[in-house]
Nanobody
Framework: QVQLVESGGGVVQAGDSLTLSCTAS????????VGWHRQAPGKEREFVGA????????YVADDMKGRFTISRVNAENTVYLKIQTLKPEDTAIYYC?????????????WGQGTQVTVSS
């Protein structure tokens, strides 16, 4: 069973950019599509976007297009989420999840999340 670990979160200033990483152990991440999700304080978890196993296709939620970019380097067993022009409302715990399917109805494997805090 693949185990996911997110990293790269922290406290940043509004307007900065940040790249989060999702790595895997116990399995080869290139066998999975990977999705990014986030949960802001007091809010439900929301879907950010996803990338196929090869990285040949990505999907980003409509209200996040333009600032959020998903990529992967399978040789590094890592998927990235780059967030540009960070806003205080981007403050959330960011999770990566893996699935054999691209854009599944539910994601079977999840990481523990990494906290991103954006100060104004």
């Amino acid at each position: 069973q693949v185990q996911l670990v997110e990293s790269g979160g922290g406290v940043v200033q509004a307007g900065d950019s940040l790249t989060l990483s999702c790595t895997a152990s116990g399995g080869t991440l290139s066998n999975y599509a990977v999705g990014w999700h986030r949960q802001a304080p007091g809010k439900e978890r929301e879907f950010v976007g996803a990338i196929t196993t090869t990285g040949g296709r990505t999907y980003v939620a409509d209200d996040m297009k333009g600032r959020f970019t998903i990529s992967r380097v399978n040789a590094e067993n890592t998927v990235y989420l780059k967030i540009q022009t960070l806003k205080p409302e981007d403050t959330a715990i960011y999770y990566c999840a893996a699935s054999a399917r691209f854009l599944p109805p539910s994601w079977p494997y999840w990481g523990q999340g990494t906290q991103v805090t954006v100060s104004s």
